[in-house]
């Protein structure tokens, strides 16, 4: 059981380049999240997954696009990377409301 | 707006001593809160989580206090241990009506030998 899963664990990309984050779980979950987080500014929602086939806006969705491939697999894509997204990112899930998340060990990005 | 936040953003405390955390949150409408512990490089844990029908949960040397009347929650972890060293986030999400899970700021605890 490998819990929450991301590739790749680094990245450095020009500006305006594109990427896709992957994410995947083999807990059987519904929900699944991406998160980025700066110094001092915590972790930010981006985008979320309830469940299977449906995805939701978070605080800072601008620039970034997700998929929810199937019920393990939820990316997350740059499609024309800013210094702004400089980040590490993580992606997370959970069961269902009432339940904790359970986080993935982050891929650190860095644009330049 | 939906916010939560923390009042201070490092806590020194000395090992075996008792550690409190807080955090305000500002969305009344929040019923579940849920304690999370980053370690450097690392995703965060959960460490412990509680509704908005109760005021108090314990689990193993931690302790979660909630106040709705103020819209303020605690964290408290007691005879503090090197290993408690990390930074704690709460956390808040409005069941039943999304998935959606906040993230407040951060503190930072430090312990000293």
């Known amino acids: 059981n490998a819990g929450v899963t991301q590739t790749p664990k680094f990245q450095v990309l020009k500006t305006g380049q594109s990427m896709t984050l992957q994410c995947a779980q083999d807990?059987?979950?519904?929900?699944m999240y991406w998160y980025r987080q700066d110094p001092g500014m915590g972790l930010r929602l981006i985008y979320y997954?309830?469940?299977?086939?449906?995805?939701d806006k978070g605080e800072v969705p601008n620039g970034y696009n997700v998929s929810r491939l199937n019920k393990r697999e939820f990316s997350l894509r740059l499609e024309s990377a800013a210094p702004s997204q400089t980040s590490v990112y993580f992606c997370?899930?959970?069961?269902?409301?009432?339940?904790?998340?359970?986080f993935g060990p982050g891929t650190r990005l860095t644009v330049t | 707006g939906e916010s939560v936040g923390l009042h201070l953003p490092t806590l020194s405390v000395q090992e075996g001593d008792n550690s409190i955390i807080n955090c305000a949150y500002s969305?009344?409408?929040?019923?579940?809160f849920i304690w999370y512990k980053q370690e450097s490089g690392k995703g965060p844990q959960f460490i412990i989580d509680?509704?908005?029908?109760?005021d108090k949960r314990q689990g193993q040397r931690v302790t979660v206090l909630l106040n709705k009347t103020v819209k303020h929650l605690s964290l408290q972890i007691a005879a503090t241990q090197p290993g408690d060293s990390a930074v704690y986030f709460c956390?808040?999400?409005?069941?039943?009506?999304?998935?959606?899970?906040?993230f407040g700021k951060g503190t930072r605890l430090h312990i000293l030998p």
């Open positions: 969305n009344s409408a929040s019923d579940y």
């Open positions: 997954s309830a469940s299977e086939g449906t995805t």
């Open positions: 807990m059987n979950h519904n929900s």
């Open positions: 509680i509704r908005s029908n109760m």
């Open positions: 956390a808040e999400n409005i069941m039943n009506r999304d998935d959606k899970i906040i």
């Open positions: 997370a899930s959970r069961k269902d409301v009432l339940y904790e998340q359970y």
